[in-house]
């Protein structure tokens, strides 16, 4: 049997001090990450365009949680580079297993056409990755997480790096040391994702 070096053990810890893991591409070695600057997205600084709250009003669609997170981790490794590999969907997979990595799932017509997922402790989500099979899937998932973190009290959002995509929907670039000091208030948070 394949071992992993990857565990929830050491996801916490990193997550906890500002690093990410990805695979470097040619060998596949876990690789650790803190980039400066560093992307969030502002809880209430989500922006919705015109387009996607007509998505939004027309209700052809609903939401969950944690429902599918395996499912929801292998629709994000579908494109042409990803680095989610076996190794990263066994550790988020434990890690899922703890409670402290979280999926959101669209469905149309009881098809899963999009979704998202990451990882929380305390106040901080770290968001990961997210997928759509339908036009603005992928965006009604983050919108949808946007409102439950308002709602469980959440304060810091993390999405790594700042892409054209995530500026449109309201990410914006932040130092490595104010990054750290939001972190360290997040976590130090007494909220959970799901009660």
Known sequence: MKTFTLNPQILVAAYSQGFFPMPEEQTEEVRWYRPDPRAIIPLQGFHISRSLQRRLNRKDFSFTFNQEFREVMKA?????????????????????????????????????????????????????????????????????????LIERRFT??????????????????????EYMKRLKLALAQDVEFHS
């Open 76 to 148: 994000c490794s579908h494109r042409e580079e990803t680095w989610i590999n076996d190794e990263f969907l066994h550790a988020y997979g434990r890690l899922h297993e703890l409670n402290k990595a979280h999926s959101v799932e669209i469905w149309r017509n009881n098809r899963l056409i999009g979704g998202l997922y990451g990882v929380s402790l305390g106040g901080a989500f770290f968001a990961e990755s997210m997928f759509h099979r339908e036009p603005d899937a992928s965006k009604i998932a983050l919108h949808a997480l946007v409102q439950h």
């Open 156 to 177: 810091l959002l993390e999405c790594q790096f700042l892409t054209a995509h995530l500026k449109r929907l309201g990410a914006i670039e932040i130092s490595d040391q």
